[in-house]
């Protein structure tokens, strides 16, 4: 647990430049918001660090509640988190994108490991990726309408029930 | 023949590209020399992440377990320690250890069907049904724990559901006897026989420096000198009180990824007996609420093929707000993408299988032979309301 603790600090040393918030979640993980202009540095910095490995990219989507009258209307946004890994700690960079700016830089060419993950986040949460240099589907079917992304909460298929679900 | 390079592309899959998996791979070939490559995935995509957002925190735990026919207790032990972690709850000792049991079981069973798989597509079909003939003796016991061969469903959220009574311990005892006999052959039929040393050795040689730069894990890595292993270095369940060693080896070919496997499997062997004779007393279950506390949770395991990431998040209901699950699979392929070029072309079916790719195939229709009515394909909703009226 305390060489945990110490490689926490050392990430937190590094991103701290970077940094919008900094928390501590759960004893093992570091979460770490970031403006998306500073995605790059950040990702550089730890792996210029050799701070552990990209783990995973995530995407969630958070869609804004309906406005009561006369509030005005809060904009939808998705979260991107980087997991990253280094024995059993765990930071994430977060960064969090409002719909009509979905937008994010490719960091493949610093984590090539990430070429995958964006890919799969580009076709499913509908972010665009500048610079990722691959085209088509990955899992999507060929015929996968354009414009439409099956994890943004509104997707909720094609006309048709979602079969299994609770009282389907 | 494509126009900008003047090179052939040869299309493998998606109907079984070497393996009995689904994925597309374009190999750009100069002669029988490969110079690029590509992949294409997603034809068992189930959309099972998005499944996960309308079922409740319980109907979750079978949906996971069905990520995989090969690693399926894996997949529901990251998904319950995240559920569990989120909840704040303690799960009895004896349910971690019985759990790790089960995972190392699982392992043992995971690898000797890719030893078959691999000796299969080297040509070499009697390994490939001995290693699969001893590999029933395993399934037997998972079966004889649990009652089911594949989806043993030995986790509940906050425990397990089955126990291992002595009688179990001394069948798991006895099969582990045979079966570290059995694998001790097969170590010594990869390191001795010529033509399959010479399949093997020095083919897609990778360096520990570019295992880490590809971002590969489990045992492709360990097989490169990559030292990594989520049981080792972020211990869950009981691995702190029943470790394992890290099996590493440095050629970083073929030739080591058979040898780390089947050393990994004698690991197994030898923590399983540990458990067994040294088992936690105590409760099998605690109690979880039914809605889960707002928050989000990260958990990893070691699956067979390696590192599993489960990241969980709650909206404080009775159902998730989002479960992403990064596979191992995943994060192996672009290892195959860059050792491929280079190589022959005749050496892609074994450099695919050297990762040990799992697609978690499961389709959603079945083809169904009843007495003379023929075949029948059966959607899966029909399946569901067969089953239902079957047990009403």
């Given amino acids: ?168 | 023949m494509t126009a900008d390079t003047n090179k052939f592309v040869i299309p493998i899959g998606p109907q079984h590209p070497a393996l009995k998996e689904p994925a597309n791979f374009e190999f750009w070939v100069d002669g029988e020399i490969v110079t690029g490559a590509s992949v294409r995935l997603g034809y068992v995509h189930r959309g099972i992440e998005k499944g996960a957002e309308v079922r409740t925190w319980t109907q979750n735990l079978y949906l996971m377990e069905r990520i995989c026919g090969i690693c399926s207790h894996v997949h529901a032990t990251a998904y319950t320690l995240g559920v569990e972690k989120l909840a704040g709850v303690e799960v009895p000792p004896r349910a971690n250890a019985i759990r790790q049991l089960m995972a190392e079981l699982e392992r043992i069973h995971s690898h000797m069907l890719w030893l078959g798989v691999a000796a299969h597509e080297g040509g070499f079909d009697t390994l490939f049904m001995y290693s699969w003939r001893d590999r029933e003796t395993v399934m037997d016991l998972l079966e004889k724990i649990s009652g089911n061969k594949v989806h043993y469903s030995a986790n509940l959220l906050g425990g397990v559901k089955f126990d291992i009574t002595p009688e179990l311990a001394t069948e798991v005892h006895k099969g582990l006897d045979f079966l570290e006999e059995r694998n001790r052959f097969y170590l010594k039929v990869v390191t001795t026989d010529e033509t399959f040393i010479g399949r093997t050795r020095d083919i897609g040689t990778m360096t520990t420096e570019k295992a880490e730069f590809l971002g590969a894990i489990g045992p492709t890595a360990r097989a490169s000198g990559v030292a990594r292993d989520i049981r080792v270095d972020a211990p869950y369940l009981t691995y702190e009180q029943f470790p394992v060693k890290v099996m590493t080896h440095t050629s970083g070919d073929l030739h080591g990824r058979f040898i780390v496997r089947i050393h990994e499997t004698f690991e197994s062997i030898r923590v399983i007996r540990e458990i067994l004779d040294h088992m936690p007393q105590g409760d099998l279950t605690t109690r979880v609420p039914r809605r889960i506390p707002a928050g989000e949770a990260v958990s990893r395991v070691e699956a067979p093929r390696g590192e599993l990431l489960y990241f969980i998040a709650s909206n404080g209901s009775e159902k998730p707000e989002r479960v992403k699950v990064r596979t191992p699979s995943l994060c192996n392929w672009s290892t195959v993408l860059s050792l491929a070029i280079g190589l022959k072309l005749a050496d892609m079916p074994m450099l695919l299988s050297g990762i040990d790719p799992c697609f978690s195939c499961n389709d959603r229709s079945i083809s169904l032979k009843r007495g003379q009515q023929g075949a029948q394909v059966w959607s899966w909703e029909k399946l569901r309301q067969y089953g239902i009226e079957y047990y009403r």
């Fill in chain 1, 1 to 168: 647990m305390a060489s945990t603790i110490g490689s926490l600090g050392a990430a937190e040393a590094v991103l701290k430049p970077f940094a919008t918030t900094i928390t501590r979640p759960q004893p093992e993980r570091l979460e770490v918001n970031i403006h998306p202009d500073n995605l790059l540095a950040a990702v550089r910095a730890l792996v210029d660090e050799s701070w552990g490995y990209l783990s995973a990219i995530v995407g969630l989507d958070r869609p804004a509640q309906l406005a009561a009258e006369g509030m005005s209307q809060p904009e939808s946004a998705i979260d991107v988190l980087y997991l990253f890994c280094s024995g059993a700690a765990v930071v994430t960079l977060r960064i969090t994108l409002s719909y009509s700016q979905a937008v994010i830089p490719t960091i493949s060419g610093i984590a090539p490991t990430a070429m995958l993950y964006e890919w799969e986040l580009r076709e499913m949460f509908g972010v665009e990726v500048v610079g990722l240099r691959v085209t088509g589907h990955l899992i999507l079917a060929d015929d996968w309408p354009a414009g439409v992304y099956p994890l943004r909460k509104s997707f909720t298929g094609f006309n048709q029930p979602i079969v299994g679900a609770e009282g389907a």
